[in-house]
């Protein structure tokens, strides 16, 4: 089956830090990729996608790449900022069958200190 | 502005009564979501509806249910058979059912049983 597993948090960095968020997945067909992001008390917002092998998502400074030979996508920013902290999401769709249905990952909580 | 619109943001229910979270979105979007979202577990897909009048379950439907009448409107209904309810309610939608597709989710609607 589909499933998506990402790194368990909380993840505490300071200002300026570097950010990496792993991410692999398991799935028939071949999936898009999403990372979303969750402010507190909010809903989810889109932060990047990749719909296919070796496309790179970015937005806001974070980035990820869709890698099939290592089922990953992970999510990297160079510099994290206080604003940054938040809940990410990694999530996966897979045309066919249930069409357009998410699998998301449990989350990872970012905790960015000044 | 368009986007997705719930109420109530914060409800609370007495055990053994049913309620109804509204979804609204003027995105002209086909397909709708309701996600569930418990702490650590991630997003559960509850229902969706890919086209007015139509709707199927997802992984966690039982205790639930929904109606499509109009396309932008996609009202869920926690039942009293729903054995634990307490949680925050996600609705989303998407242009058209694709894995290709992002999904635009709303502000969400926490529910306390008391």
């Known amino acids: 089956g589909n499933s998506v597993t990402q790194m368990e948090g909380p993840v505490t960095l300071s200002e300026e830090a570097f950010l990496t968020i792993n991410c692999t997945y398991t799935a028939t067909g071949y999936p898009s990729l999403f990372w979303y992001v969750q402010y507190p008390g909010e809903g989810l917002q889109l932060l990047l996608k990749a719909t296919k092998a070796d496309d790179k998502g970015s937005n806001k400074g974070f980035e990820a790449t869709y890698r099939k030979e290592t089922t990953s996508f992970h999510l990297e920013k160079g510099s994290v900022q206080v604003s940054d902290s938040a809940v990410y999401f990694c999530?996966?769709?897979?045309?066919?069958?249930?069409?357009?249905?998410?699998?998301f990952g449990k989350g990872t909580k970012l905790s960015v200190k000044p | 502005d368009g986007g997705i619109t719930q109420s109530p943001k914060y409800l609370f229910r007495k055990e053994g009564q049913n309620v109804t979270l509204s979804c609204e979105q003027n995105l002209n979007h086909d397909a709708m979501y309701w996600y569930r979202q418990d702490p650590g577990q991630g997003l559960r897909l509850i229902y969706y509806?890919?086209?007015?009048?139509?709707?199927q379950k997802g992984d966690i439907a039982e205790g639930y249910s929904v109606s499509r009448e109009k396309k932008e409107s996609f009202p869920l209904t926690v039942t009293s058979a729903q054995k634990n309810p307490t949680a925050f309610y996600l609705c989303a939608s998407s242009i058209v059912p694709s894995g290709y597709n992002e999904q635009f989710f709303g502000p969400g609607t926490r529910l306390t049983v008391l």
């Open positions: 999530a996966l769709s897979v045309d066919g069958g249930s069409q357009g249905n998410l699998i």
């Open positions: 509806s890919q086209i007015v009048n139509d709707f």
